[in-house]
């Protein structure tokens, strides 16, 4: 199996790259679209061609022929969910219209070329930064958002709250890609994802697994609670012991896993759904994270639409519940947060499925790199401390 490297230089930089660190997990690079499917603001559309009908079946039934039609390493379709295709399965929640924004809440290609790829980090040499433009909304402003989120708390609206904002940078790459690629030497992202289109560019570098559909067998691994890491190796571990034995953590990473299990059971057998390895923790490059496996096995006649309504948005990124908090994430934050919290990957001609959830990810917007950056909020969250959390979030973006 050729590398990374070695299949850019015979075809030149891929379209597309699912990507991980992990050794047990496929990696594919892709190069071209034979169909495109996309939702966004203004309708549905197949290569361009505006369709009507059921958005859901429109969708479903684009999976369907895709899997009859596509046989390259038993993928079928590739794409993206944003955060704001919320507004489209939750529809009877009035959410804001924020800004003239065109950015797709769907979007999904059939792949023409889709090769394999061995674990390589080996780098070019990039002489190359980013350059942040617009920083995260001040500690003032932030404080008073979590007041208002507090009042929320203490009358009862919600449990936790996931609110977020956004760093915005430019960069000097001759490419996104390159600017993936040197990024994912240094971030060995677990659940990477890249996408090149000529309108946006996708940067994935999360450590989140959204959903894994394996033969009927469905899991999610959601991460809540976050600490930075230490090169200090004595100041490192107890950095990641003050996580285990975080109270606040704990109680929070709890709620997003029942509200998990939740929706793992809208679609999943009665008594199927385990969780395992509670209050897990997960280190990486920058931060150490709390987080848990939960299984299921799925019901007969379920399809891939069916598991991404239950599931979508992830409850690690919302709060919960998941419909009180996203009606409160909607009145606290500004802008769309488009790609940032949403979820990208696979599905596969046997119907089996991979999607992360795209945390710690940029998307290129007209040259200008969005970041978001965010925390869960609950009653005894310290300000100073949260505010400090999401800007170690973006640390990644400092190896460069």
């Known amino acids: 199996?050729?590398?990374?490297?070695?299949?850019?230089?015979?075809?030149?930089?891929?379209?597309?790259?699912?990507?991980?660190?992990?050794?047990?997990?496929?990696?594919?690079?892709?190069?071209?679209?034979?169909?495109?499917?996309?939702?966004?603001?203004?309708?549905?559309?197949?290569?361009?061609?505006?369709?009507?009908?059921?958005?859901?079946?429109?969708?479903?039934?684009?999976?369907?022929?895709?899997?009859?039609?596509?046989?390259?390493?038993?993928?079928?379709?590739?794409?993206?969910?944003?955060?704001?295709?919320?507004?489209?399965?939750?529809?009877?929640?009035?959410?804001?219209?924020?800004?003239?924004?065109?950015?797709?809440?769907?979007?999904?290609?059939?792949?023409?070329?889709?090769?394999?790829?061995?674990?390589?980090?080996?780098?070019?040499?990039y002489d190359k930064s980013l350059s942040m433009i617009e920083d995260i909304i001040s500690l003032e402003e932030y404080s008073n958002k979590i007041k208002q989120i507090k009042s929320h708390l203490k009358d009862g609206n919600v449990y936790q709250i996931n609110f977020t904002s956004k760093k915005k940078f430019k960069s000097n790459f001759n490419s996104a890609f390159d600017l993936y690629n040197c990024l994912r030497c240094h971030v060995k992202p677990k659940e990477g994802f890249f996408l090149h289109t000529d309108k946006f560019d996708i940067l994935s570098f999360s450590p989140e697994l959204f959903i894994e559909v394996n033969k009927g067998a469905i899991k999610t691994i959601p991460i809540k609670g976050t600490r930075p890491r230490s090169k200090d190796k004595k100041q490192d571990l107890l950095l990641k012991q003050n996580l285990i034995n975080s109270a606040k953590d704990r109680a929070e990473h709890l709620m997003i896993v029942d509200l998990l299990r939740n929706d793992l059971g809208k679609i999943c057998k009665t008594g199927s759904v385990k969780v395992k390895n509670l209050y897990n923790i997960e280190s990486f490059k920058t931060v150490h994270h709390m987080a848990t496996k939960i299984v299921g096995e799925i019901n007969d006649n379920i399809s891939e639409v069916d598991v991404i309504k239950a599931m979508f948005p992830g409850g690690s990124i919302t709060g919960a519940p998941k419909e009180s908090a996203m009606k409160i994430i909607d009145q606290l934050e500004n802008d769309n947060r488009h790609i940032y919290t949403g979820s990208a990957g696979y599905i596969c001609n046997n119907s089996d499925m991979y999607f992360n959830i795209c945390i710690r990810s940029l998307l290129n917007l007209n040259e200008i790199y969005e970041y978001g950056v965010g925390g869960g909020i609950v009653w005894d969250s310290q300000i100073q401390d949260e505010w400090q959390e999401a800007h170690q979030k973006s640390k990644i973006l400092e190896l460069l």
């Open 1 to 125: 199996m050729l590398s990374l490297n070695q299949l850019k230089e015979k075809y030149g930089n891929p379209d597309i790259l699912i990507d991980s660190s992990s050794n047990n997990s496929n990696r594919y690079a892709i190069w071209g679209f034979k169909e495109i499917f996309e939702i966004n603001p203004q309708g549905c559309f197949l290569n361009d061609q505006l369709l009507h009908g059921d958005l859901f079946s429109l969708f479903q039934n684009f999976i369907n022929e895709s899997k009859k039609q596509s046989c390259t390493q038993n993928i079928a379709c590739v794409g993206f969910i944003s955060y704001e295709f919320k507004n489209i399965i939750y529809d009877h929640i009035k959410f804001k219209n924020k800004g003239n924004s065109q950015f797709p809440l769907l979007w999904f290609c059939k792949p023409e070329l889709i090769l394999p790829y061995s674990i390589d980090y080996q780098m070019d040499n």
